[in-house]
């Protein structure tokens, strides 16, 4: 079983929507980073028992992930936060009043905070 | 039945996770904002039917809220984001040089952007 790239964003998103069980089960395998025969013996079930509850909880944050589009709108907004941030920085950077500079700086931290918090 | 504040924000966020007649009844509530008996009727359904829609998605979009929390974190960030843009309209404000002003209030266009689209 290959993780792609974006199942830890569905996992970060909505594991929170599985079950305890599925919930411990993707918590080993992304991020624990078990191998599905470890996480088979810890959780004393087949390795066969693991990949299907894995398929499963995949299957059905995707169709959370179409439903709510989550990611999807995280990712844009993270995109637009980081320019402006970037924006901002430049205008800093050139800025040779001191005062306006730090002022400027302390607004781009409060957007690092926003895209952390996001 | 009273319409709370922040049922419309429980709807707006996770009316999408609802059946498409539990979907249906409650953008006729909410959105169009019909009564009980006015909805019972255009679904030829009883009165308390559609009450019991309501009061069942209610509680499973709370469920989802209690979840993943998407209401608080917008509003949270909302605030921020606010915040962040009155900052940056006063520094506009303040500045002399006229090139700085208008490229502070082209981020501030940008910040509610953010703020519109989050």
Excluded: C, H, P, W
């Excluded at 079930?45 to 709108?73: C, H, P, W």
Aim: charged share 35%; net charge negative.
């Amino acid at each position: 079983m290959e993780k792609k790239v974006g199942e830890q964003y569905l996992f970060d998103f909505y594991g929170e929507l599985l079950t305890q069980k599925q919930k411990q089960i993707l918590e080993y395998y992304y991020d624990d980073d078990y191998s599905l025969a470890e996480i088979a013996e810890v959780m004393s079930v087949t390795r066969q028992g693991i990949f299907d509850v894995i398929k499963r909880s995949k299957a059905m944050m995707q169709v959370y992930e179409e439903k709510l589009g989550l990611i999807n709108k995280f990712l844009k907004s993270q995109i637009l936060l980081e320019k402006i941030q970037k924006d901002l920085s430049g205008l800093a950077d050139r800025e040779r009043d001191d005062t306006l500079k730090s002022e400027l700086m302390v607004v781009v931290e409060k957007l690092k905070k926003v895209s952390e918090e996001n």
